[in-house]
């Protein structure tokens, strides 16, 4: 099911607009604003199907996201 969420409301497991599967997610740190939350996006690599690429990403904490969740909640 698609719908829109928050980023600090965003789950493992949830595929962003770009196709990204969403690996983790860190709320509060002292390293970055307490506005922000640190997202961890996978995708996987269309070369070989063993090898992932990651990246981490700041995103404001209520920044609107389209994903797509499962509907197994």
Same mark, same amino acid.
């Given at each position: 099911?698609?719908? /829109? *969420?928050?980023?600090?409301?965003?789950? !493992?497991?949830?595929?962003?607009?770009?196709?990204?599967?969403?690996?983790? =997610?860190?709320?509060?740190?002292?390293?970055?604003?307490?506005? /922000? *939350?640190?997202?961890?996006?996978?995708? !996987?690599?269309?070369?070989?199907?063993?090898?992932?690429?990651?990246?981490? =990403?700041?995103?404001?904490?209520?920044?609107?996201?389209?994903?797509?969740?499962?509907?197994?909640?």
């Amino acid at each position: 099911m698609k719908m /829109k *969420v928050q980023a600090q409301h965003l789950q !493992p497991g949830d595929i962003v607009g770009s196709g990204e599967e969403v690996a983790e =997610l860190t709320i509060a740190s002292i390293h970055w604003p307490s506005n /922000k *939350v640190c997202v961890a996006l996978i995708k !996987p690599n269309l070369m070989d199907a063993e090898q992932v690429i990651l990246r981490r =990403l700041l995103w404001g904490k209520y920044t609107e996201i389209n994903v797509e969740r499962s509907n197994a909640e």
